[in-house]
């Protein structure tokens, strides 16, 4: 999630320091200084010797100990046995940010414009199953999916699953798991938004000839991008590296790279191997933000 | 004011709209001449500007309808009206430049060559080189000319304004007077314009409606309504009078006979609004002259005395207040063109009027309190 602290969130440019003389000229770096000393230490060195444990001899093991011998070729070692998980990890989280977009949006806009006094209640609906563990929520989601559960009867019932269809263990509980638990990381911000669009811009729009649905694609959808691109990087960049929905709605053939992450440092204690995947995730997502932040360029909204 | 073709008025039949049990506009019926320019005057929460909302479609009447020519638009979406509005916290599209927002209505519509006309109008309210910044780097009235631009050039049968100068300081408001003036006789579209300043709706406007809780109280020229309003409200709200309790006591040949405080008055019958029966004797405050004593009364005046108890000298005129002998307060201005020498509070005084610029109003119970409105006791609790 450290990476996200970067995210250009803030719409205002930043204010070019005043000019001051002496200690106060010191004041901006004492107060990066606390923050900057954490992310040294618990962030860069880490990563280092991760970076390091990435290039370590591939034939060594924890008791044996390890040799550094720069082996580059622990990553497309690394691709060439786990790409299916890896290229699942981006399908299953892009599917589920399709469903959370088509969800969230209305659902932001509807709290955000139309729900006058309801706001803060319905807003502390979309907050609160985060007060329970991450792992128990899921869990939940195990039961409702479950074979003998309420759901999947229904489903069967009514003919759109076979009389032995089910839901648990497959692809699509795995991407339902994603899209329900990091769907407030898309709707916040989003909300966010949302909340500061003024409708009687949408008032001037429809005045100017604009159908609601030109309104729409052309002043509230460009007015809330902001909010749209954190909203969308905070929901995809965790759900391309989770690995608890995988691991507890499907089966190994739903396996993400973060299940073989897992796998790989806790089971097989192969650290070379999971390092290096840790980092050709890490690669890959900042690939895809700097694309997608290019493109959407929020800075020149609002 | 050119009528080519009268078939494009704007008329409102029997328009109500209700919020809950509160009624904003009530039963209100009027015609605005094409080509016009229209102000609809009157305080803030009298239904002005939610009857310009159902004028462009953001608001849907409760009763009655709206007509553009023989057209019925009542239920009209907005988008589909030919009538733009400039709101009056102006609604510029901050993700849009200028040239953007004013082409918006064009874009909407499905012009492609936007970029001539775009200019052009900008050329029009002087925002020339502007068309590339956003609206958050231009000045307040700036803004303004943005707004009236970005609804110009759509060249729609009403331009609707709803206190578009409200946010302006007075300076920039006078220039924007003259701006918007000059602009709508070069390009002869009907306007609308709402506002609460008296004095902007009659420089501006061809004819003036005063509203008062959601209804017209008097609509014409204005010069018209300012010489003889109809009701004590208009009186007092488009500019001040002097409104004092009397009693009308019948016709007198060309005259009206009215009693005030135990003194007689008359007043021209072609300046009455009734001839018998409770009454309010008003004479505007520039129309009613202090002389210092009884026999410097031009002949023909009809005349109170009092005292000068306050005097407020504003640059162009004085203003005096003269309490009568029955405890009223009137307001003078005099002008101050070096001829008469200023009175000092306290001063005797004999102020005196034409009663060719008197009027006389129905005196109902709620126009006892609009009496109050220069600061004076109202005059008929008085002995």
């Known amino acids: ?302 | 004011m050119t009528r080519e073709s009268p078939a494009d008025d704007l008329r409102l039949a029997d328009l109500t709209k209700r919020f809950g049990v509160f009624t904003a506009v009530d039963d209100l019926s009027l015609t605005v001449p094409q080509g016009s320019f229209f102000a609809l005057l009157g305080a803030s929460g009298c239904g002005k500007t939610t009857t310009l909302r159902m004028i462009a479609g953001l608001e849907q009447p409760t009763g009655g309808q709206v007509l553009l020519g023989d057209r019925d638009i009542t239920g009209l979406r907005p988008h589909k009206r030919p009538v733009n509005t400039v709101f009056q916290s102006y609604a510029l599209f901050p993700h849009l430049d200028i040239h953007e927002n004013v082409a918006f209505g064009l874009r909407r519509r499905g012009i492609r060559k936007v970029g001539d006309q775009v200019e052009r109008m900008l050329a029009l309210v002087q925002l020339q080189g502007y068309g590339r910044r956003r609206p958050a780097q231009l000045s307040g009235g700036q803004q303004q000319r943005v707004a009236l631009a970005r609804a110009l050039i759509n060249h729609p049968q009403v331009l609707l304004l709803d206190e578009p100068l409200g946010a302006l300081d007075l300076k920039l408001r006078r220039q924007m007077q003259v701006e918007l003036k000059r602009i709508q006789a070069e390009v002869g579209i009907t306007f609308v314009h709402v506002t609460h300043d008296q004095e902007e709706a009659m420089t501006m406007a061809d004819t003036v409606a005063v509203m008062n809780a959601g209804r017209i109280e008097q609509l014409g020229a204005p010069a018209e309504i300012y010489e003889y309003p109809a009701t004590a409200f208009v009186a007092n709200f488009l500019g001040q009078s002097n409104l004092l309790t009397a009693e009308a006591g019948g016709r007198a040949g060309d005259d009206v006979r009215v009693t005030a405080h135990g003194t007689r008055f008359s007043v021209p019958a072609g300046r009455a609004r009734l001839v018998d029966g409770p009454a309010l004797l008003g004479v505007r405050p520039e129309k009613l002259h202090l002389a210092d004593g009884v026999d410097r009364v031009p002949a023909g005046h009809q005349h109170v005395g009092g005292v000068v108890t306050d005097a407020s000298y504003v640059g162009v005129s004085t203003q005096y207040l003269v309490r009568t002998a029955w405890g009223a307060e009137l307001s003078a201005f005099a002008a101050n063109s070096g001829v008469a020498a200023p009175l000092a509070p306290g001063t005797a005084v004999t102020a005196h009027w034409d009663p060719r610029h008197a009027f006389l109003l129905p005196r109902a119970g709620a126009d006892e309190r609009t009496e109050g409105r220069l600061g004076q006791p109202p005059v008929g609790a008085l002995p």
Request: hydrophobic share 55%.
């Open chain 1, 1 to 302: 999630m450290t990476a996200l602290a970067h995210l250009p969130t803030s719409t205002r440019p930043p204010a070019p320091p005043p000019v001051r003389r002496g200690r106060h000229r010191l004041l901006p770096y004492l107060l990066l200084l606390p923050g900057a000393a954490w992310l040294l230490v618990f962030f860069a060195l880490p990563l280092l010797q991760l970076a390091a444990a990435s290039l370590y001899d591939p034939a060594g093991s924890l008791s044996t100990g390890y040799a550094m011998t720069w082996a580059v070729g622990n990553y497309p070692d690394a691709v060439q046995a786990y790409w299916p998980q890896f290229s699942r990890s981006f399908l299953y989280a892009g599917i589920a940010l399709v469903i959370a977009l088509l969800m969230g949006y209305p659902l932001a806009y509807a709290i955000a414009q139309k729900a006058g006094r309801w706001k803060h209640l319905l807003l502390v609906a979309v907050v609160a199953p985060m007060f329970t563990s991450f792992l128990v929520r899921t869990l939940a989601w195990k039961t409702i999916l479950s074979d003998s559960g309420a759901l999947v009867g229904l489903l069967r019932d009514v003919h759109l699953l076979g009389p032995d269809g089910r839901l648990l263990a497959t692809p699509a509980a795995v991407v339902l798991g994603l899209t329900y638990n990091f769907l407030p990381f898309l709707v916040l911000p989003l909300y966010a938004s949302l909340e500061r669009l003024d409708p009687r811009l949408l008032e001037a729009a429809s005045d100017l000839y604009a159908s609601p649905l030109r309104a729409f694609a052309r002043v509230t959808l460009p007015l809330s991008l902001p909010g749209l691109t954190a909203g969308t990087l905070l929901f995809f960049i965790p759900a391309t590296g989770d690995y608890i929905n995988a691991e507890l709605l499907g089966t190994p053939n739903e396996y993400m790279v973060g299940n073989v992450i897992d796998s790989a440092f806790l089971v097989r204690l192969d650290y070379p191997q999971g390092a290096a995947l840790s980092f050709l995730l890490m690669a890959a997502i900042l690939a895809i933000v700097f694309v997608y932040l290019r493109k959407a360029g929020t800075e020149e909204v609002l």
